[in-house]
């Protein structure tokens, strides 16, 4: 009896000791469980809308990035040829970031619910005359001409309009095309034909036909009528409901978008396998030789309004309707922070 007593005991005592032992596994699982928890990054998706052209050049070394790293954010992109594509498909949910002209940057804050930020300016001026008449050598030599271009409700537009006014030009026609590669193909079947092309279509004009050369650019004319701003052809935005929830992940964007940019200007020959990658330029030496003229930047933080403020302002003096009706105000403009 009394060695079953011993035994009842010992047992008893072994039963203990397994309990406390597994309770013991039980907290310290559940405050590991905790720490991975806090340690892990949420998953945010950002779609990002970009314009085909220059103003997405500064982004591809970004996207080949961010599929071959580990990142707790996961990214979509889509190309579009036109800025007010890029604006409805922000307005209607479908995208976070878009990369527009400066311009519609400034309509999208009305259009949009809850308005846009511009979070960094990625393309200062690429467009250029480009012609085979060489009796064209500015912007006066547009009177009386019809010129071909894109960017009907945009910058293009505006900017052309400026200068021409500026010049006191007030007979040259504007003929608008839906891409730079339509134009392109007119110079095939006009050979006095004179057109205002943004980089990368300019350069790819000077390839396909050797007749044609670049007349002037609008920066250089833009600068003999104006010292006080630069033309600024594309702006990143985000929008403010999205920054108001992934400040974070936004703020990350910038940093890689700018690297990304840098990368593009030091590093062309990769930049150019990816920009033909994505469809932007047809064919890599084409690119080589385009993207060191596309005037690629990824300007941030306080210099955005420094920049672009005094643009939007000549653009709103043409035309309010070219910004949306008004100029915007202090929110438009992502510090960071």
């Known amino acids: ?170 007979d040259c026609n504007l003929e608008f095309k839906s891409e730079p590669t339509e134009i392109v193909s007119i110079f095939g079947e006009n050979a006095d034909a004179v057109a205002i092309l943004p980089q990368p279509f300019a350069t790819a004009a000077l390839a396909q036909n050797e007749n044609l050369r670049i007349s002037f650019t609008l920066d250089d004319e833009w600068a003999k009528v104006n010292t006080d701003c630069k033309i600024v052809t594309g702006v990143t935005v985000v929008t403010n409901s999205f920054l108001k929830e992934h400040k974070g992940a936004v703020d990350a964007f910038i940093e890689a978008h700018r690297q990304s940019a840098e990368k593009a200007l030091s590093d062309v020959d990769t930049t150019a396998a990816l920009v033909v990658e994505q469809g932007i330029i047809a064919k890599e030496p084409l690119a080589k030789k385009a993207i060191p003229s596309c005037n690629i930047v990824c300007i941030t933080g306080d210099e955005i309004r420094s920049t672009l403020e005094g643009y939007l302002q000549v653009l709103y003096d043409q035309d309010p309707k070219s910004v949306g009706g008004k100029l915007p105000g202090d929110d438009f403009y992502y510090t960071g922070g």
């Open 1 to 170: 009896m009394s060695v079953s007593g011993k035994t009842k005991r010992a047992v008893s005592i072994i039963a203990l000791i397994l309990i406390f032992v597994m309770l013991l596994g039980s907290v310290a699982g559940a405050l590991t469980g905790c720490g991975a928890s806090n340690s892990k990054k949420d998953d945010v998706s950002i779609r990002i809308a970009g314009l085909k052209g220059p103003t997405t050049i500064g982004l591809v070394n970004f996207f080949e990035d961010a599929a071959s790293e580990s990142s707790s954010v996961n990214y979509s992109f889509e190309m579009y040829t036109a800025g007010s594509d890029i604006m409805a498909a922000m307005a209607a949910g479908q995208a976070d970031i878009g990369l527009v002209p400066s311009n519609v940057a400034c309509v999208m804050n009305n259009k949009v619910e809850g308005g846009v930020s511009v979070i960094d300016i990625n393309t200062l001026g690429v467009l250029s005359c480009v012609s085979a008449d060489d009796s064209v050598d500015d912007i006066s030599d547009l009177a009386g001409r019809t010129v071909y271009l894109t960017g009907q409700g945009a910058t293009p537009e505006y900017t052309l309009r400026y200068l021409l006014e500026q010049a006191g030009i007030t």
